[in-house]
């Protein structure tokens, strides 16, 4: 390299630490009009919650509770969020709940009313120690049972509490549930999980049909599955707390590492949140070419999930029909982007880059291949006698079920829920695309694989559409070098791989995010994994497991 | 019918009375009785390697791969270099394992396959265990295998190979009947059970799959599915199960004692083809066509043993094919296709081909 462009890179690398930052206070300039995506949430009295929260339930439809944020409000308190949505009348609801004790922290529970707070409000426990009353089964989710102290707290003292523990960690067989008297006292009851004649067989943590470090522990009966109970957290990398030490544009590096098969829509969706709510117009050609990844990487994701199921039903050929499609999808990734799965993208107000040239070309001939993938993929597995007798009718979530447990996405929408967030409430380019919302009702294996198939169709349905159409202009809206979100509480989310992916964002107006939370789009699917296989033979699990279709450090985080 | 010249039993004689003008005859027994022992494990081992990279470059080629490509040519020294690899490794015991058990599993699973492997009729003249009771005797010593599946499961004193050897013990038991059935089917048309005297039948009178037609063919389909079954291969290979119960019953085997089970595994499939080759194809006869008689010459200078290989790997291409696309079945409709389906039909056509038999229908060349 000669000395001049060394100079040159030089300066380039210094120039944006020369512009003083003093200069432009992020904050200093709100414009007038609210954020599109900011929340109010209503506070409510612990008193009238429970009530309140079955009205809406009720009366106001609220079928989904979309997502419980624990926060630690420091001098106001603790507590939760709670996001809900009437997936029939679209409508949204936001519920604040707040403790001032922060010794022994109790709320009530709403997993009597929806079936998905059981696993959200133990991730609340484990995160901010506030205990649910009435919940049957007050145990750690993510850490360790023996873990001291409650990481998410802005005053815990984590790695002073826990030293690096060289013992094995022992699951406790036993959990605890709190109740308050009528006297106002609490009443601890001890619940049993599992008891000593279960004939327990660890799923896991290292099992070729987890799909990555994932716990269960199940309970046998023959080969009949009398009981499943979760453990998770062994890749759990403490992302939300990091985050909170970061800047904006550090925490998206993380997005890509949660659901690495969603990593484009995961980052979509914090891009998102941010720009709207730090009001940064993105232009159409960023919009389009968004849609385009989304999609590509939604067809990558769906034919992951096709191998992958083929695998653990043993149908291993199949299995690399579908890695030599997802091959092409890569490669046009990695043209443009420079990465294959850990793909880093999106970016604050735009892309990273701009198309690579050859970028439509390579999409045209892409798809025709890969409509004929599918029609293999019919030949091969979806069509087989075995397969067909191995999914029908196994591991079915009725609609009600899958209303209460959250189970969004395809999985979801197998069993006659629509809840497709690229229809419900449009976001990107989806509104100038015409496409159909696949659903299904039979809500069994077969339902979500054939779902899934079909959303491949869909997708390259729209990126038809889209791939002549990408309009000119930047790639990439200059920013502020130090982007600073007002302060308020966003919410926004995108219709990822395996359902809805959301983003809770709350700014104190900093440079860093104050809490910043994931509607993770795995963690509802293995709360439900416990309903799906019960009384269902071993080997069926992992065709369930199979079609929920997870991912692990999306559970995690 | 010429095959004189590779009529193997003139050579065997020979050897015999040569060496009887030096010792007396119950040394001369023994010291060939150590000769064709080591021939066969010699055999058995060079065999399980050759199946080891059919298997993988076949595997590859139906799943639109190259296989092995980087030792040796065309990856011809992967399988040598594994098995390197897994004759150095560490045999790894559990503390809480039934010692015993848990030992002996691997090497009755390995002894089961090498007695029927020393059924087989390489040649005229050249198979080792011949006598009357042939076929019975073949199906009883493979039953062994499946106590030492049994054994390894409860030795093991794990839950994953426990529910796997439970899976073989069902799973094996039941496809046994099957196999048993279409084997006394062709029995009934031989009329022998010696298994020499069976290829004997089908070099003079035609491939029996030809001579039996339709219950032949019947049996040779339910055969092919029962074999597999047998093998512990896919689709049937839920014992192992690899997505559900990481290896079935040999997840706590390691080194050597876990390389028994894989070469088992891999001649008991060569073992299943070779004995499908020898009832309904013919073992080592030639391809006669009535009335061509200058290609039949032909065919008799093909070396019996060719012919038995030959017919031996083509079926096992049936095999791997039907390995390598089906899905896994689950363990209630394994036992289903079974006692529902194979075992009626094996005995419905068991019953058929003494019909043929009795009333003389089958073709005869």
Redesign the interface.
């Given at each position: 390299m000669s000395e001049l462009e060394e100079k040159k890179i030089q300066a380039q690398q210094s120039a944006p630490a020369a512009t003083p930052a003093a200069t432009c206070p992020a904050a200093a300039a709100v414009p007038a009009a609210p954020a599109e995506n900011e929340i109010h949430p209503r506070m409510v009295t612990i008193d009238e919650f429970h009530t309140e929260m079955e009205r809406l339930k009720n009366e106001e439809k609220m079928d989904m509770l979309e997502l419980i944020t624990g926060e630690d409000w420091q001098e106001e308190g603790l507590g939760c969020i709670y996001n809900l949505w009437s997936t029939d009348t679209g409508k949204r609801e936001y519920i604040k709940l707040v403790t001032t004790d922060r010794e022994n922290p109790f709320l009530p529970t709403v997993s009597d009313l929806w079936e998905i707070a059981n696993i959200y409000e133990r991730e609340v426990f484990d995160f901010y120690g506030i205990k649910f009353l009435g919940h049957p089964d007050m145990r750690r989710v993510f850490l360790r049972e023996d873990w001291e102290g409650y990481p998410m707290r802005k005053d815990d003292e984590t790695e002073q509490n826990n030293p690096l523990r060289m013992t094995n960690e022992v699951l406790a067989d036993t959990t605890t549930q709190y109740d308050r008297m009528p006297d106002g006292s609490i009443k601890e009851t001890t619940n049993v999980v599992f008891t000593p004649e279960d004939?327990m067989?660890n799923i896991g943590p290292q099992?070729?049909?987890t799909h990555g470090v994932l716990h269960f522990r199940v309970a046998l009966e023959g080969?009949r599955i009398k009981k499943i109970d979760p453990k998770l957290g062994y890749i759990h990398r403490g992302i939300e707390k990091l985050n909170e030490a970061y800047t904006y544009p550090q925490t998206l590096a993380l997005t890509d590492r949660m659901d690495y098969l969603g990593a484009t829509q995961s980052r979509h969706a914090l891009c998102m949140t941010i720009e709207k709510a730090a009001r940064i117009e993105v232009s159409d050609r960023v919009q389009v070419i968004r849609t385009i990844m989304d999609e590509l990487q939604r067809i990558d994701s769906h034919i992951l999930f096709f191998s992958c199921l083929?695998?653990?039903?043993?149908?291993?050929?199949?299995?690399?029909?579908g890695f030599?499609d997802r091959e092409m999808i890569l490669d046009i990734f990695e043209e443009t982007c420079g990465g294959r799965l850990i793909i880093n993208y999106n970016m604050i107000g735009g892309v990273s880059h701009d198309l690579h040239p050859n970028f439509q070309k390579r999409v045209k001939e892409f798809i025709p291949k890969m409509r004929q993938g599918i029609k293999e993929y019919y030949d091969?597995?979806i069509n087989?006698v075995?397969?067909r007798?191995?999914l029908i009718g196994v591991g079915v979530l009725t609609n009600e079920q899958v209303r209460n447990m959250g189970v969004t996405g395809p999985s979801g929408r197998a069993s006659g829920w629509h809840n497709d967030i690229r229809k419900r409430q449009s976001y990107a380019a989806y509104d100038k695309v015409e496409f159909n919302e696949v659903v299904r009702t039979e809500g069994d294996s077969y339902a979500r694989l054939l779902n899934r198939i079909d959303e491949m169709e869909e997708s390259l349905h729209i990126i038809e559409q889209l791939i002549d159409n990408i309009p000119e202009g930047t790639f990439q809206t200059k920013t502020k070098p130090i982007i600073k979100v007002p302060t308020g509480t966003y919410y926004s989310c995108v219709e990822g791989s395996r359902g809805e992916f959301g983003v809770f964002l709350e700014s104190k107006g900093d440079k860093s995010p104050y809490r910043l939370h994931y509607r993770s789009t795995g963690l509802p699917l293995v709360n439900a994994m416990d309903v799906a296989c019960r009384n269902e033979?071993?080997?069926?699990?992992?065709a369930i497991n199979g079609t929920l279709d997870y991912v692990v450090p999306d559970i995690d985080r | 019918m010429n095959s004189n010249i590779f009529d193997l039993t003139t050579w065997t004689t020979a050897i015999h009375d040569w060496l009887t003008e030096f010792i007396p005859e119950w040394s001369a027994i023994l010291l060939e009785s150590i000769v064709v022992a080591l021939i066969i494990i010699t055999l058995y081992a060079v065999f399980a390697i050759a199946l080891i990279y059919m298997e993988r470059k076949v595997c590859a080629f139906f799943q639109c791969r190259i296989g092995p490509n980087r030792v040796g040519k065309w990856g011809l020294l992967q399988v040598f270099g594994d098995v390197f690899k897994m004759l150095t490794k560490e045999i790894i015991r559990m503390r809480k394992s039934d010692r015993f058990l848990h030992d002996l599993a691997p090497y009755l699973v390995v002894t089961a396959s090498m007695l029927t492997f020393a059924c087989l009729p390489w040649n005229k003249g050249g198979q080792v265990l011949d006598f009357n009771v042939g076929v019975f005797f073949f199906i009883a010593v493979s039953g062994i295998g499946v106590v030492g599946i049994l054994m390894a499961g409860l030795g093991s004193n794990s839950k994953y190979p426990m529910i796997g050897s439970m899976r073989a013990g069902a799973q094996l038991i039941s496809y046994e009947i099957s196999i048993g059935i279409t084997m006394l089917t062709m029995v009934t048309l031989c009329g022998t059970m010696q298994i020499s005297e069976i290829v004997q039948q089908q070099a003079d009178q035609g491939w029996n799959i030809v001579r039996g037609h339709i219950p032949a063919l019947i049996a040779f389909l339910i055969f092919l599915i029962a074999g597999n079954a047998e093998c512990n291969r896919g689709p049937f290979d839920l014992p192992e199960g690899e997505s559900e119960l990481t290896a079935g019953y040999h997840t706590e085997y390691s080194g050597m004692h876990f390389g028994y089970y894989y070469l088992a595994e891999y001649l008991n499939l060569f073992i299943c083809a070779a004995m499908a080759s020898t009832i309904f194809l013919g073992g080592w006869a030639p391809l006669h066509i009535a009335g061509l008689d200058g290609f039949n010459e032909v065919m008799n200078y093909i070396p019996g043993v060719v012919w038995f290989v030959g017919k031996t790997f083509f079926i096992l291409v049936l095999l791997l094919w039907e390995r390598w696309t089906f899905p896994r079945l689950r363990i209630d409709h394994i036992l289903s296709l079974e006692w529902k389906y194979l075992m009626p039909i094996s005995l419905l056509n068991l019953l058929l081909m003494a019909l043929v038999v009795t009333l003389g229908l089958g073709i005869n060349v």
């Open positions: 004939y067989v099992h070729p049909s080969e083929c695998q653990d039903m043993g149908a291993t050929s199949a299995f690399l029909y030599r091969i597995f087989n075995i397969a007798n191995r033979l071993i080997a069926d699990m992992m | -």
